[in-house]
């Protein structure tokens, strides 16, 4: 199966994966310091809730029906600002089978959803096409959902990528400073959105967007980093879900520098991925170049610094200090680039607004075994055996705590739903348009 996540505008198939936080991860490690200073907002750009929003058409080159609304969200806290989340929805094309809304997310965090929902069109199992209205959108500070950017590590911070001994960095105390600074500069163009990026955020925003739909129940088809803030929605509202699919699963229980750590890769690891050759048997299907002009249209270019900041040193426990930080980075057992890497990108944590209360194991209301579908929903986990971004042993954790069924696919594929593998791609369709009750000790194979 072809795949426009796979092919669009990417230099090699290793760097195409649209829900690849790695990828963008290896691309800014590359980047030299110095990058584009903060944009010129403030708070005050965060768009009032004009209420009264309707879906209208939205069609873009090559495209089926597709439709567009806003949905105004809060951005939280004690303060009144809100922003707009840029949604968009493909109507069922069976329209006499429909089921329902189908609402999609990819990884990243900071990728696009607008555009998952345009690459559903042609890498998606007809029958989810067929018979669900595909939702995507931007999550918030990303693409067209208030896109959060406030540049590249400069000055000190940047020394860290090529410092000899993080536990003996010269001068801590301007490292520190140019932390704030960076922190800081941020701030101003951010405001309160700066502390509200997490994935507690990002399922207050779902709970918003099924609102918008007019849905009193939704199915979910969530990828990668995607899979925290939908754990934490499972928590919140088991009833308003349907049914859903978790592919590649995160498991947000772990500190901040191990997980981190674990999703920088060398190009050539990426490229020894197990991905299948096609065969003549299963040659893919030409990509429309009108879809992929589509696609391309909606791209929101690599995801920010700031926006991985935002989100996971909200989601994941930090060292308090960044002495400890660097302390703590040098006595990893990691490759030095790696190490490095993450001091110059993740020093800011110590000083990021809202950290301090990371997800640690989402759990849902009743504990172990208290979760399933007579809560309103069915869960079923899909991931790859030997996954080097999202490993089987998180995906097992997760199952663990949510009673649901996991689905273990040979290979180390990221991205299995929607990417052409079929084992996983008729395991979620039977899922969400048969709802079967979840059984965890009697899960699915391949």
């Known amino acids: 199966m072809a795949s426009i996540r796979r092919r669009a505008g990417r230099p090699a198939p290793a760097l195409a994966l649209l829900t690849a936080l790695a990828l963008a991860w290896t691309a800014a490690c590359a980047m030299p310091g110095g990058g584009p200073a903060p944009p010129a907002s403030d708070a005050a750009s965060y768009e009032r ?124 105390t301007a490292v520190d400073a140019a932390a704030r600074d960076y922190v800081e500069g941020c701030r101003l163009a951010y405001g309160p959105l700066l502390a509200r990026l997490g994935s507690r955020a990002g399922a207050t925003d779902l709970e918003r967007v099924r609102r918008a739909l007019g849905e009193e129940r939704i199915s979910l088809l969530l990828h990668s980093y995607a899979t925290v803030a939908g754990q934490v929605y499972l928590t919140r509202h088991p009833d308003r879900v349907r049914a859903a699919v978790f592919d590649g699963v995160v498991d947000p229980d772990r500190p901040g520098t191990s997980y981190v750590l674990r999703t920088l890769h060398t190009r050539q690891e990426l490229d020894d991925e197990q991905v299948p050759e096609p065969t003549a048997r299963t040659a893919p299907k030409a990509v429309p170049p009108d879809v992929r002009a589509a696609f391309d249209e909606l791209d929101p270019g690599p995801p920010p610094l700031a926006l991985f900041l935002g989100v996971h040193c909200t989601d994941f426990a930090w ?96 991205g299995l739903v929607g990417f052409g593998n079929e084992c996983a791609e008729r395991a979620a369709v039977d899922h969400l348009t048969a709802r079967p009750a979840a059984d965890p000790d009697a899960g699915p194979g391949c």
């Open 49 to 172: 809730d004009r209420g009264g929003d309707e879906w209208t058409p939205c069609p873009l080159t090559g495209m089926e029906r597709r439709e567009c609304r806003g949905v105004t969200v809060p951005v939280g806290g004690d303060g009144p600002e809100t922003l707009r989340l840029a949604l968009a929805r493909l109507p069922a094309r069976d329209p006499g089978r429909r089921i329902g809304a189908l609402v999609l997310a990819p990884g990243g965090p900071g990728l696009s959803g607008l555009q998952e929902a345009v690459s559903a069109g042609v890498d998606y199992p007809r029958a989810l096409r067929d018979r669900f209205d595909i939702v995507g959108y931007d999550r918030r500070g990303t693409g067209r959902s208030h896109r959060v950017d406030c540049g590249e590590p400069r000055g000190a911070l940047a020394r860290l990528g090529t410092a000899r001994s993080l536990r003996r960095v010269r001068d801590v």
């Open 319 to 414: 060292p308090g200090n960044l002495r400890a930080l660097l302390r703590e980075l040098d006595d990893a057992h990691e490759a030095r680039w790696r190490t490095r890497a993450v001091a110059q990108d993740y020093a800011p944590c110590v000083h990021w607004p809202g950290r301090g209360e990371p997800l640690g194991a989402v759990r849902p209301a009743g504990g172990y075994g208290g979760y399933g579908a007579a809560d309103g929903a069915d869960l079923l986990l899909v991931n790859s055996e030997d996954d080097i971004r999202t490993p089987a042993a998180g995906a097992e954790r997760v199952a663990m705590r949510f009673r649901a069924p996991l689905l273990t696919v040979p290979g180390g594929r990221h």
